[in-house]
């Protein structure tokens, strides 16, 4: 076995008797456009249902209502938006300012691209690198793709970088890691990986059939949940909201890592059995996300 291996995963501490919806943490969700207001929607959803007290998604404006009637627990930020109703380069002040009251943040399920995205993705991660009042930042989708050929490297290693191998192979064009090998060689894959993010400052989770998470030192894999019925659109918005969640309810960044993909995979099985392998959508994981939790809770011990 490797030694940098780590196979814990943390346990659900109990809510607090006394307490508010302040006290389990606030996400701020950036995503969303003309055509993909629906996986915005689920992240969010998402969140909430491992527990964070709050969910904000800060949406193109022309989407706005669209979005906040999916589900009514979120709340909802506009934004200016360009012609084709995605966030626009002008969005910038308006989300540094909500990002001062979050504890955890996503970005980029839904966004799409547009040549103002390029440009204001690694602004934002720039300037909120380090920023304290954010225990963790999710990067997923066209986040990542807007990050292709100009990876920065973070000082402080509060954000997750979310992609499936296609989005990690255009993540590392123009770099030193661009070989990212096949799902059938897994310990290549978790070698370059794992050199990535270390190289970077960034935890990486690498989605697919056994998931790996890292730090750049320790590896996570995911081999005891999950099935193929997974491989569905809207699925990895739900697993980024779990995650971005599980940091505004007080996890450390790894282990939401972790426990993000574990949790996500218990869900998609439990789906599974209720609707079956081929007719498994990234809603049915939502809802089974309580019953998940119920379930690690007692494989846990606690």
Known sequence: MRSDIDSNLPKFSVRELISHKGTYGVVLGIGGSRGMAGSVALAGRAGLLVGAGLSRLAVPAPILETVAGFYPESTTIPLPADRNGKISLNAFDKLITNSATATSLFIGTGLGRSAGLDRLVPKILCQLDGYVKLAGIVVDADALNALS???PVFKCQ???????????????????????????????????????????????????????????????????????????????????????????????IF???????????????????????????????????????????SELGR
């Open 158 to 252: 509060n954000i997750i970088f979310t992609p499936h191998s296609a989005e990690f192979k255009r993540l590392t064009q123009k770099t030193n890691f661009n070989s990212i090998p096949d799902e059938d060689d897994q310990i290549n894959r978790i070698n370059v990986t794992k050199k990535f993010a270390k190289y970077y400052n960034v935890i990486v989770v690498l989605k697919g059939h056994e998931t790996i998470v890292t730090d750049g030192n320790k590896v996570f894999i995911n081999n005891k949940s999950g099935n193929p019925g997974m491989a569905t659109g809207g699925c990895g918005d739900v697993l980024t909201g779990m995650i971005a969640g599980l940091i505004a309810r007080g996890f450390g």
């Open 255 to 297: 282990d939401s890592a972790k426990l993000g993909v574990y949790l996500h995979g218990v869900a998609g099985d439990i789906a599974a059995k209720k609707y079956g392998i081929e007719s498994l959508t990234a809603t049915h994981i939502l809802e089974s996300i309580p019953i998940a939790i119920i379930k690690i809770n």
């Open 149 to 151: 050929g100009q990876m």
